[in-house]
């Protein structure tokens, strides 16, 4: 890739920059469409619990550390990317994914098996996560929302086409050498795509694009994060839209088999669909942050998944129209999220520290993601039924709709 030092000539891959950085969504797109393969493990889970002879309750423990280390590792990296750059963290995050898909097809054991796909594979996803973000941030100055929306798409819609790919290799090459083979691939791609990632030279801007101050940004951001109130609204409304989401995706086969009565193949279908809405969710909230303030935007998510809740309460046997319309709306609102939270923390807060910040704000999901899975399993442990948890994912939307009003808006300045 070409990067000129004038800024007034510079171009990408051969393009005037204003052009050429539309690249950039598609190549953080396949970027993270390789990291989120770690969402298809349900497609490895089977095949590896007979393989080892393991329960269905210990074939999770790889999945579980998938998604401590992969939001652990978003903060870490954070810090690291504006001293290292995001080619070389891009190149390490690429090495240490495909190297944990490699290591766990030798994997004998399940602790080993969480160390290589759950501590390692992770730890790589968390590294490559956050670079494609960072640039398409960097890039579109001018539509915040909508590139980091769009880039992120990878991620929701990885499974559509990593689970099948995965499954056709289980069937024509078993599951080991299937995980041997996506180490491979998942490796060239992102060390591939690395080579060609750059960021814009400081203060760079479309020519089109003019804030009301002139060429240069000059609103004021809150000098401490963790001393705004804004990032602290911001961090439970993150926490409270993923814990409901992931609550949700994580039983949507279950509700749909326990509560409606359909088939486990209705079941397991329904999921491409809803993953089409988690993707299609992210470009859209992101614009929709572009275009009105964020505090808005939230509040409409929760309200549609108070909807999804209520729906969800009130279905019967058989009623699988309201059970679809429910759980797209649950997957809709989570991928949602994904965008809106670092548009806003975009919007709020300085981006020339946008990786370091988004890092931090990071923590959200996984604390989220964290509680919500425990939750939804205790809940149906206790009261030998899913339908009790949607009144407190209910609740949940309500505080986040009050949480959003009052501290969900920018503290410095005025964001529009």
């Known amino acids: 890739m070409e990067i000129a030092d004038n800024t007034s000539r510079l171009t990408v891959l051969g ?58 590792f978003v903060l870490v990296t954070g810090a690291y990317i504006p001293r290292f750059g995001v080619r070389l963290v891009t190149i390490i995050g690429g090495i240490i994914v495909g190297c944990g898909y490699i290591l766990s097809s030798f994997a004998t054991h399940v602790g080993v098996l969480t160390f290589t796909y759950g501590v390692i594979a992770g730890t790589g996803v968390g590294i490559t996560y956050g670079v494609p973000m960072v640039v398409a941030a960097q890039w579109f100055p001018d539509r915040k929302g909508l590139a980091v929306g769009a880039t992120i798409v990878g991620f929701g819609l990885s499974p559509l086409i990593t689970a099948p790919l995965a499954n056709y290799f289980i069937d024509t090459y078993t599951v080991r050498p299937t995980l041997r083979l996506l180490g491979i691939i998942f490796m060239v791609i992102i060390l591939g795509i690395a080579a060609l990632l750059k960021l814009p030279p400081q203060g760079w801007q479309p020519r089109h ?22 990032f602290y609204g911001l961090w439970i409304c993150y926490c409270i839209g993923t814990l409901i989401g992931l609550s949700a995706i994580g ?140 009144y407190p994912m209910a609740l949940l939307a309500i505080v986040g709709i009050f949480t959003a009003g009052a501290m969900l808006k920018r503290e410095v300045g005025n964001l529009r």
């Not at 002139?214 to 109130?229: A, F, T, V």
């Not at 086969?253 to 209705?266: A, H």
């Not at 997957?331 to 370091?356: K, S, V």
């Open 15 to 72: 393009l005037p920059a204003e052009q050429g950085r539309w690249l950039f969504i598609p190549l953080g797109m396949v970027i993270l469409l390789c990291s989120g393969s770690v969402y298809s493990w349900s497609i490895f889970r089977t095949p590896l619990e007979n393989e080892l002879n393991i329960s269905a309750t210990a074939s999770l423990l790889p999945y579980t550390f998938v998604l401590i280390f992969y939001a652990v």
């Open 209 to 230: 694009y003019q804030l009301a101050s002139g060429s240069i940004d000059r609103r004021r951001y809150p000098s401490r994060l963790l001393k705004s109130q804004s």
């Open 251 to 390: 039983i949507s086969g279950p509700v749909g088999e326990e509560i409606i009565k359909i088939k486990p193949e209705l079941a397991a279908s329904s999921v491409a669909l809803f993953a089409l809405f988690n993707g299609f969710s992210r470009p859209l909230f992101g614009w929709l942050c572009d275009r009105i303030k964020p505090h808005y935007v939230a509040i409409g998510s929760y309200t549609l998944s108070m909807i999804a809740c209520l729906l969800m309460l009130g279905a019967q046997q058989g009623q699988v129209l309201t059970y679809l319309i429910a759980f797209c709306i649950f997957w809709f609102c989570l991928g949602g999220w994904l965008a809106m939270a670092p548009t806003i923390t975009l919007q709020f807060f300085d981006p020339n520290r946008y990786a370091q910040n988004y890092g931090i704000v990071f923590t959200a999901y996984g604390v989220g993601a964290l509680l919500g899975t425990v939750a939804t399993g205790q809940i149906r442990d206790w009261l030998g039924t899913y339908l009790y948890v949607f």
